[in-house]
Nanobody, 130 residues
Framework: QVQLVESGGGSVQAGGSLRLSCAASGYAFSIYCMGWFRQAPGKEREGVAH????????YYVESVKGRFTISRDNAKNTLYLQMNNLKPEDTAIYYC???????????????????????WGQGTQVTVSS
């Protein structure tokens, strides 16, 4: 069955960096879109970034542009999120998810984040202190 396992979260001070990983198994990773999402306490889950199957097309929400980089290694069935210049507002549980095709619009990316079905990891906590 599909399994997504996130790792790499932790506690850092503002301005610091973290690299999240998402190890995928149980499906054809290399032909699926991958996404990163996050959920802060008391807030809805929101999309952060997504990447197409070949890794050639990426999308970022405005709040992380220039600071976060999504990438993937299809040979290792692993998705990454490099997070630099972290801010306290980046504090959240970060999830990876997969679907066959990437969303075609920012609105559809938002809808993906609200889905309760589909394939999601268990999450990894990122805490940024000021």
């Amino acid at each position: 069955q599909v399994q997504l396992v996130e790792s790499g979260g932790g506690s850092v001070q503002a301005g610091g960096s973290l690299r999240l990983s998402c190890a995928a198994s149980g499906y054809a990773f290399s032909i699926y879109c991958m996404g990163w999402f996050r959920q802060a306490p008391g807030k809805e889950r929101e999309g952060v970034a997504h990447i197409d199957s070949a890794g050639g097309r990426t999308y970022y929400v405005e709040s992380v542009k220039g600071r976060f980089t999504i990438s993937r290694d299809n040979a290792k069935n692993t998705l990454y999120l490099q997070m630099n210049n972290l801010k306290p507002e980046d504090t959240a549980i970060y999830y990876c998810a997969t679907r066959r095709f990437c969303p075609s619009t920012p609105a559809n990316f938002g809808y993906w984040g609200q889905e309760t079905q589909g394939y999601w990891g268990q999450g990894t906590q990122v805490t940024v202190s000021s």
